[in-house]
């Protein structure tokens, strides 16, 4: 055996008779996939070779993903000029001009530092964004090249994404089509920032189309502006339910959704749960950037995504932005975006916070169409997981634990030691503070 874990708990136990708080040994094989796992045995001796991991209980789970990043305009906030208005709007011509002065390295340097983040804190499986709209494709080749850098122990898709749109901008669908030619993993498309509601709808015929040409996925930055008129998400779910990409699309943002009234919401739920496209919700970067332009009552700027939870439609919850013109901080912390999501969208429900959990794990895995017997804790699939030190997903959105262990393929990639605060309560000897200890 390459590796041992022994005592965890795990999520899914499918077809053990055993209950949830019970603990597991999960053994890995010298190939790099989980061999076996085990009801755990405190008398079987650990085994003489091999890395020996005890968990103590914590919480086994499969890495996170990360279903929604920018990576190409990560690390730029400020550059040339701050957003000083906090809009979409602005963040887009803070960028443009940013993107006249980008170098492979650039950009190869910024996106690399923020895996490596992520990487410390478990996220193994990655969607970035990278603009097309711009002739050099510099930042496209830049994160090709990154791509194969890091295919070993993490999965990145590159969405083509026009960020000044297909049709409005330059030449947008040939820069969309050549990037497509280069390697892009998926399609994207921005409907609502294009100059007409029928160019919008031009566009998305076109990604699909690029889409289905090439056999790729689609995720389109979608009505992500408070505009109630704003409606292309009913066109997206109608082109993926009338394609052959049913299951394989999906609508970004959304934030326009937060300002439909109930009638039209009704039929929305109904399409959208239909047509099998997936929903991602980006908390930090939709809190942040919409209802700037209204007086109070002032909009939470969020999709509906309880609702559409509850409709049976696949959510999850993205960083989107770190530290760029839409964002000036993050550090592609999921732990974190959970955690904004359960306030933004009101999660707070005792059987709604695993659901934030799942969203940045399972439902994000399903937006990237991650082959299920690859993402997991079964035997057979790839030994890449995460050791949390809590017990359940509520303890570990509730303490933002970041994970003990992060393995990738049977092999340790990243270690958070743990590192307690220590307390001079007056009257009290020095003690560690636990955060997970109740009087009562
Ligand atoms: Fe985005």
Redesign the pocket.
């Given at each position: 055996m390459r590796m041992i874990v022994r005592g965890a708990r795990l999520l899914h136990t499918e077809g053990h008779e055993r209950g949830p708080g019970a603990l597991w040994d999960v053994e890995v094989g010298e190939d790099g996939r989980i061999a076996r796992v085990l009801p755990h045995d405190d008398a079987k001796e650990p085994p003489a070779t091999g890395v020996l991991i005890e968990a103590h209980g914590s919480l086994l789970t499969a890495p996170f993903v990360e279903p929604?990043i920018?990576l190409d305009t990560a690390l730029t906030a400020g550059e040339p000029r701050p957003n000083a208005s906090g809009t979409l709007w602005e963040g887009i011509a803070c960028w443009s001009e940013r993107k006249r002065t980008l170098t492979r390295d650039d950009v190869v340097d910024r996106a690399t530092e923020v895996l490596r983040w992520q990487a410390a804190q478990g996220v193994l499986h990655v969607r970035t964004?990278c603009d097309t709209t711009d002739p050099a494709l510099t930042a496209l080749d830049a994160l090709l090249e990154v791509r194969d850098r890091v295919r070993d122990f993490m999965t990145l898709q590159i969405v083509a994404f026009p960020q000044e749109g297909i049709v409005s901008f330059p030449d947008g669908e040939a820069l969309l089509r050549e990037a497509v030619r280069r390697g892009a993993d998926v399609v994207g498309a921005i409907p609502h920032f294009e100059d007409t509601r029928e160019d919008g709808v031009a566009s998305l015929a076109t990604a699909f189309a690029l889409a289905e040409e090439h056999g790729l996925r689609v995720d389109a930055?979608c009505d992500e502006i408070d505009d109630e008129q704003s409606r292309f998400v009913e066109v997206l779910a109608t082109l993926a339910l009338r394609s052959g990409l049913r299951g394989r699309a999906t609508a970004?943002?959304t934030t326009a959704m937060g300002s439909y009234g109930g009638a039209y919401s009704f039929k929305l739920q109904r399409l959208l749960s239909r047509s099998g496209i997936n929903l991602v919700s980006?908390p930090f970067?939709n809190l942040n950037l919409q209802g700037r332009f209204d007086a109070y009552p002032k909009r939470r700027g969020l999709t509906q995504v309880k609702e559409m939870l509850a409709a049976g439609v696949n959510v999850a919850f993205g960083h989107?932005d770190v530290m760029d013109p839409w964002n000036a901080l993050g550090t592609g912390n999921p732990l974190q975006t959970a955690l904004v999501g359960v306030y933004a969208a009101q999660l707070t429900g005792a059987d709604e916070i695993p659901e934030a959990f799942a969203m940045v794990t399972d439902r994000a895995a399903r937006v990237l169409g991650l082959p299920e017997a690859e993402y997991g804790i079964a035997e057979g699939a790839a030994a890449s997981f995460v050791l949390l030190p809590a017990p359940t997903p509520l303890e570990a959105v509730r303490r933002q634990v970041r994970p003990r262990y992060v393995v990738a393929h049977g092999r340790v990639l990243a270690e958070n030691p743990p590192a307690p605060a220590r307390l001079w309560w007056p009257g009290e000897p020095g003690s560690e503070v636990d955060f997970s200890r109740r009087p009562r």
């Open positions: 929604h920018h964004h930055h970004s943002h980006n970067a989107d």
